[in-house]
């Protein structure tokens, strides 16, 4: 059964902690992306990587870090450096298509509180 | 800057009338228009995809247009059931592999029965 996981589904941090969100596909797909979404708020590009190894900064990548050792997986930590983390992150992926246009498979999204 | 704008945050409806959806591109024309569909809670769900070449497409009751004259993609949903309740978001995204995508905020629709 093929699909983009997330893990945990809750989190919740203390002040001052880094925490790291899990996203995992087995779509085969080269591109993964995070996103963040806020209440009444669109989707907003943390990071993206198309290959393993590479990764480039989104809109809002400050105080966030990923990692892409495997094409399977793609962390996200969200450190102590982010001022506002609580929000609902979701973890896209896509094939690549030399002309774009490549639609998105989303997970089910982590939702991080910091208490 | 590149953005896109969904003009309403809700849209109600009765059930049985057709939807329609607005959304709105500045400063950049994007190749292709996406549309997606988030219900609460969840990640959003693929819907349909229209380049910029074609003016129409269509899937089962959704049609999707494009027109950059107006800069403009609208989304109807004909013969609407409460089940089409949901965030429906517009993104966009450029003619290069492998670029993410640009997000709308979203507008929310209630079908009513």
């Known amino acids: 059964d093929g699909g983009i996981t997330q893990s945990p589904k809750y989190l919740f941090r203390k002040e001052g902690q880094n925490v790291t969100l899990s996203c995992e596909q087995n779509?085969?797909?080269?591109?993964m992306y995070w996103y963040r979404q806020d209440p009444g708020q669109g989707l907003r590009l943390i990071y993206y990587s198309q290959i393993v190894n590479d990764f480039q900064k989104g809109d809002i990548a400050e105080g966030y870090s990923v990692s892409r050792e495997k094409k399977e997986s793609f962390p996200l930590t969200v450190t102590s450096a982010q001022k506002n983390p609580t929000a609902f992150y979701l973890c896209?992926?896509?094939?690549?298509?030399?002309?774009?246009?490549?639609?998105?498979?989303f997970g089910p999204g982590t939702r991080l509180t910091v208490l | 800057s590149q953005k896109i704008e969904q003009n309403s945050e809700a849209l109600n409806i009765q059930e049985g009338k057709t939807a329609t959806l607005t959304c709105n591109y500045t400063n950049y024309s994007p190749a292709y228009l996406q549309w997606y569909r988030q219900d609460p809670g969840r990640g959003p769900v693929f819907l349909l995809l229209?380049?910029?070449?074609?003016k129409e497409k269509r899937k089962e009751r959704l049609k999707v247009t494009f027109d950059t004259t107006l800069k403009q993609s609208l989304f109807h949903i004909t013969a609407s059931q409460p089940a089409d309740s949901a965030t429906y978001l517009c993104a966009r995204t450029s003619g290069q592999a492998g670029t993410a995508l640009i997000f709308g905020k979203g507008t929310t629709l209630s079908v009513s029965s």
């Open positions: 896209a992926s896509s094939i690549l298509l030399a002309e774009g246009g490549n639609e998105q498979f």
């Open positions: 229209i380049r910029e070449n074609e």
């Open positions: 779509l085969n797909h080269d591109a």
